[in-house]
């Protein structure tokens, strides 16, 4: 395996997907229960001001492949930069308008509400595992806890079960597309005889954030897509 981050990176997803793996749907549908979260229809969680950018799982990324590929974008965190200064990412994201609201949001309403992607479906609930303030890793289950919504309002056992099974399903395919895409980088910076090295990860993203052009290698249906991206292609995410 080429570069011992690149191991690193896998052996931590492998051991957090057997953490995920051993979470009961009972277990987070009583915590969904007793938080008792009730959206209030705000709209922010579809900005960048609130949530990154909205990561798409290969399924979800296909949809709009097939619909319009301009509404696409390589997910603006790039994991990954070879000696060339290339960079990897693990997937696409959906663009945003230059106000940082997602293409889909119309007056704090989404407009495909019925079709909108798993990583929508799912939110805020979630079984990520995050630093705490002293960097040990735990298992978060609600995205933005205080800071949108109702709280300690009534959901019915059967709705909280549902929330956890779609959310445990959608968290272990993501975890599996970052595995394939860190194994498949894996063995193609081996074949290139490249690492990952941070020093020349970050002084590529601040030449491309000074406009430089830049290769991103984007992982999509069990390949690596090339597209040259510019720094303003990502107007609207909180960049300068
Ligand atoms: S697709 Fe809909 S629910 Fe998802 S971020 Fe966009 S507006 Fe929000």
């Avoid at 979800?60 to 097939?66: G, H, L, S």
């Avoid at 020349?200 to 897509?225: A, L, M, S």
């Amino acid at each position: 395996m080429s570069g011992s981050y690149i191991s690193r990176k896998l052996s931590g997803l492998i051991v957090e997907c057997d953490l995920l793996l051993q979470w009961k749907e009972k277990d987070l549908a009583d915590i969904i229960c007793d938080v008792g979260f009730s959206c209030m229809l705000c709209g922010r969680c579809c900005t960048t001001e609130f949530n990154g950018h909205v990561f798409l799982l290969d399924s979800d990324a296909k949809r709009i492949m097939d619909m319009d590929p301009s509404l696409l974008i390589p997910a603006p965190e790039f994991e990954l930069a070879d000696e060339m200064g290339n960079f990897y990412v693990s997937g696409y994201a959906l663009r945003v308008l230059e106000d940082g609201s997602c293409i889909f949001l119309s007056k704090n309403r989404c407009q495909i509400y019925n079709e909108r992607f798993a990583i929508c479906r799912i939110y805020p609930y979630m079984l990520h595992r995050e630093p705490d303030r002293r960097k040990n890793l735990e298992f978060r289950q609600i995205s933005g806890l205080n800071e949108h919504g109702e709280y300690n309002c009534p959901v019915s056992d059967n709705d909280a079960h549902v929330f956890a099974r779609e959310t445990i399903a959608y968290e272990h395919a993501w975890l599996m597309q970052m595995i394939d895409f860190y194994t498949a980088a894996g063995e193609l910076f081996e074949q290139k005889r490249t690492r990952h090295i941070r020093a020349v990860y970050d002084k590529k993203i601040q030449e491309f954030r000074k406009g430089t052009p830049v290769c991103v290698h984007v992982w999509y249906n069990g390949k690596f897509v090339p597209v040259t991206m510019r720094c303003e292609d990502y107007r609207g995410f909180g960049w300068p």
